[in-house]
């Protein structure tokens, strides 16, 4: 038995799996997705001894992974920019009232245990499950903010948006992941 991960078959497979949805979801392009992991892989097979251990081997990988496609996005956005449309103000404005302030049935409800939740490997399953959900902007924009790191102006310069345009995204997505979460996860009623 091998006890280097990056040999194991098993963990590759599971391993590969989970990076080519992250990319996917990410670059919204399959071969520019599959390249990423491909380059990420050879990143870690060619540089496993600077593998501390300080976190999992799976966690350097997808960070390896994280770092390709943010190079890839940056490049991306030099090439060409990414025109973003700003509609569904219908949806959401179901959650408010006339003064902008949360409709009664729609305001936030206490979480029971937001600590368990996080370290549950389900809520992360829903988690992930309601991202995909999200329109492609703003989940492309969610990733890249809160998952990736990117700041504001960098989001804003590499898809070609306004800084406004990617606040109103970022809401967006942020109030869409609350009511999923709240349906499929917290028991809230949507």
């Known amino acids: ?21 992250f990319a996917e979801m990410q670059l919204r392009d399959r071969a520019r997705a599959e390249d990423a992991v491909q380059e990420a892989l050879a990143g870690a097979l060619q540089g496993k001894e600077k593998f501390a251990s300080r976190a999992s081997l ?17 490049q991306r956005g030099r090439e060409q920019s990414a ?3 700003v509609e569904n103000d219908e949806d959401l404005n179901a959650y408010f009232d006339q003064r902008q302030h949360w409709a009664e049935d729609t305001r936030p409800a206490e979480w029971q245990s937001p600590q368990q939740a ?9 988690f992930e499950a309601c991202l995909y959900r999200l ?13 990736l790191g990117f700041d504001t102006d ?10 406004n345009n990617c606040w109103v995204q970022m809401h967006r997505a942020r109030l869409a992941l609350r009511a999923c979460l709240g349906a499929n996860w917290f028991g809230e009623a949507a």
Do not use: Q, Y
């Open 1 to 21: 038995m091998n006890p280097d991960p990056l040999h194991d078959p098993e963990f590759l497979t599971a391993l590969r799996r989970d990076m080519l949805r």
């Open 135 to 147: 329109p492609e902007t703003a989940a492309r924009i969610f990733t890249m903010r809160e998952v």
């Open 58 to 74: 799976r966690t350097w990988v997808l960070a390896i992974l994280k770092n390709k496609i943010v190079d890839v996005l940056r």
């Open 154 to 163: 960098e989001i804003c310069t590499t898809l070609g948006i306004s800084n």
């Open 118 to 126: 996080i370290e549950n490997k389900r809520f992360w399953a829903v």
């Open 83 to 85: 025109a973003v449309d």
